[in-house]
Nanobody, 125 residues
Framework: QVQLVESGGGLVQAGGSLRLSCAASIGSFSDYPVAWFRQAPGKEREFEAA????????YYADSVKGRLDISRDKVKNTVYLQVNSIRPEDTAVYYC??????????????????WGQGTQVTVSS
């Protein structure tokens, strides 16, 4: 069993940057890939980025390539998502997810067994 906790969300101005964190409060995800998804009001949850268990492989949705940077600190058991040049359309609840069935190139929510509660990001124009 793994419990994930996201943090780092908040209100940010368009054009700025934000770093979100995902930590395991119970258990560990050091052996699993970890992904970030986001869900805007009235929309489905969508894949943003993922990182392999080693941290050596990353994968991004085409829509966010060049603006997002995912990384992980194995010592701190934490995964980060840096969002740069942030836009009002980035407003959403951001979730991290992991699990034994996950893969770094998996984008479907069904592939991830463990989810955090989400952190709200609101971008003002």
């Amino acid at each position: 069993q793994v419990q994930l906790v996201e943090s780092g969300g908040g209100l940010v101005q368009a054009g700025g940057s934000l770093r979100l964190s995902c930590a395991a409060s119970i258990g560990s995800f050091s052996d699993y890939p970890v992904a970030w998804f986001r869900q805007a009001p009235g929309k489905e949850r969508e894949f943003e980025a993922a990182i392999s268990w080693s941290g050596r492989q990353t994968y991004y949705a085409d829509s966010v390539k060049g603006r997002l940077d995912i990384s992980r600190d194995k010592v701190k058991n934490t995964v980060y998502l840096q969002v740069n040049s942030i836009r009002p359309e980035d407003t959403a609840v951001y979730y991290c997810a992991t699990g034994e069935r996950a893969a770094v190139t998996a984008t479907q929510t069904e592939r991830f067994d463990y989810w955090g509660q989400g952190t709200q990001v609101t971008v003002s124009s």
